[in-house]
């Protein structure tokens, strides 16, 4: 009886990730009646802004956050890079993560992690627990470990990612798709939570993401033909949430988050056509298909989202830019693009070098710089684009301000990066670790 009494509670933590929530979205909601379970539980805790990385794509935000490391030192700066030695596009993978997961640490300490739809997690790795991997996921049974779990989401026919072809069929088709991927990935993740032992519980839900990219028109204009169907889906949302908390409870850490926020799209720039239209970036042909076809006198080649990468000589197959006129051509590049604008106002906010946000043994394949947009404006790498500025298929856009982390507790901090939560929820979990680039959120 004694040692049952003194026997020390096992500590778990439990996450659930919104993918694109935007904070002023969820408060919103919360004031308008559309989440009253968040609403009753955000009173329990904190809920508040949090700033994403930089730049502020999900391939790079969920990293950060499922290592509590900078990109200098994960390695994962976006999604797409170019081929070492090569111009070929190339899509990193879990296998370019060079620093340790959360579960990773987790499983070191003899603890299971259940891990569901966080996204660069693919192909799947052999952890303590369970994964199913997020986007850019090609293979159910390569994104899943183990094969017991990878059973039971082929057999509810579990969906990786909405079919964003869908949006060229009908915005209904699409939203169609959205509600029936929400529910599938709903069932699984409450399939798990009740189902399997974890002390680390994680679970992404990325429909949100694609709502946002898609249908944020909607949410604006409310004689939008699916202006309720975005108010439901966030009611639907919020019923999970509720589904979610009724099992974990008041006393177990639970933690929600987002990986950036979302606002509207005013025009979306092509940064490597200003590149070619300063003279920066030179392609072999008119309409070129990839940087197989660049030039090789170019200076300057742009990554989404205007990550801007300098055509050292010793570092690109055909680089010709000299080691001493690299830091004059950064700043002639950063004051052009603080300059730009459209009909007066600007477009870019600020300009950074690589120095400035990262570091580590990854900070050499960093891009050398990286600009990041007023809101609205946002920023794309494509390559065959004859205009500065337009309107493309989306009407949502990212935001590195304004993600949302909650967490039922009260904390005083308010100044939150995504860098923050890794080290947060090993923190709850009990395990001391001194590896992390950010901080611990709580005092338990």
């Known amino acids: 009886m004694l040692g049952k009494l003194f026997k020390k509670e096992k500590k778990k933590v439990a996450v659930l990730g919104i993918d694109g929530v935007p904070y002023s979205l969820l408060t919103r909601f919360i004031k308008d009646g559309v989440m009253p379970n968040l609403a009753d539980i955000a009173k329990k805790g904190t809920l508040t802004a949090m700033t994403a990385s930089i730049p502020e794509v999900s391939s790079t935000s969920w990293s950060t956050f499922m290592t509590g490391v900078n990109p200098g030192k994960h390695g994962i700066y976006g999604f797409t890079e170019l081929q070492k030695g090569a111009y070929k596009w190339r899509f990193p993978n879990s296998g370019d993560m060079k620093s340790e997961t959360l579960w990773d640490i987790a499983g070191r300490n003899n603890k299971k992690s259940i891990v569901l739809n ?20 090609l293979d159910l049974k390569k994104a899943t470990y183990p094969e017991s779990a990878y059973e039971y989401l082929k057999g509810i026919g579990y969906k990786m990612d909405v079919d964003t072809r869908k949006a060229k069929e009908s915005p209904d088709a699409l939203a169609e798709d959205i509600d029936k991927t929400f529910i599938i ?62 099992r974990i409870g008041n006393d177990m850490p639970f933690i ?21 239209d300063k003279g920066y970036l030179k392609f072999k042909k008119e309409n070129p ?67 400035e946000l990262y570091s580590g043994s990854c900070l050499e394949d960093a891009p050398d710089m990286v600009a990041l947009s007023y809101e609205g404006y946002d920023l794309k790498g494509s390559i065959n684009k004859t205009v500065l500025a337009d309107n493309g ?52």
């Not at 966080?118 to 850019?136: H, N, Q, W």
């Not at 929600?256 to 490597?272: A, M, P, Q, R």
């Not at 002639?332 to 600020?350: H, Q």
């Not at 304004?402 to 947060?424: C, H, L, Q, S």
Request: glycine share 6%.
């Open 185 to 246: 990935r709903k069932n699984a993740i409450l399939y798990f939570l009740d189902n399997h032992e974890w002390d680390l519980f994680i679970g992404v839900v990325t429909e949100t993401d694609r709502l946002h990219h898609y249908l944020w028109a909607a949410l604006q204009d409310e004689k939008h033909p699916l202006h309720n169907f975005f108010l439901n889906f966030y009611k639907k949302l919020d019923e999970f949430i509720g589904e979610m908390y009724l």
């Open 118 to 137: 966080v996204p660069s997690t693919y192909p799947a790795k052999e952890l303590k627990g369970i994964l199913t991997a997020g986007f850019v996921a």
């Open 256 to 276: 929600i988050l987002s990986d950036h926020g979302f606002t509207s799209i005013k025009k979306e720039i092509y940064v490597n056509w200003w590149l070619r």
């Open 289 to 355: 298909e990839s940087f197989e076809d660049m030039h090789e006198d170019s200076k300057v080649f742009a990554l989404d989202p205007a990550r801007f990468y300098i055509h050292l000589k010793g570092k690109y197959p055909y680089g010709n830019v000299e080691a001493g006129e690299y830091e004059s051509l950064r700043q002639n590049l950063k004051d052009g693009l603080l300059s730009l604008n459209i009909d007066g106002e600007k477009i870019i906010k600020t300009v950074l070098f690589k120095e």
């Open 393 to 444: 298929f989306l009407t949502g856009g990212h935001t590195r301000e304004n993600a949302v982390f909650f967490i039922n507790r009260k904390i005083k901090e308010r100044d939150i990066n995504i860098v923050d939560v890794g080290p947060t929820i090993i923190s709850l979990l009990g395990i001391k670790e001194n590896r992390f680039d950010g901080r611990c959120l709580v005092n338990e």
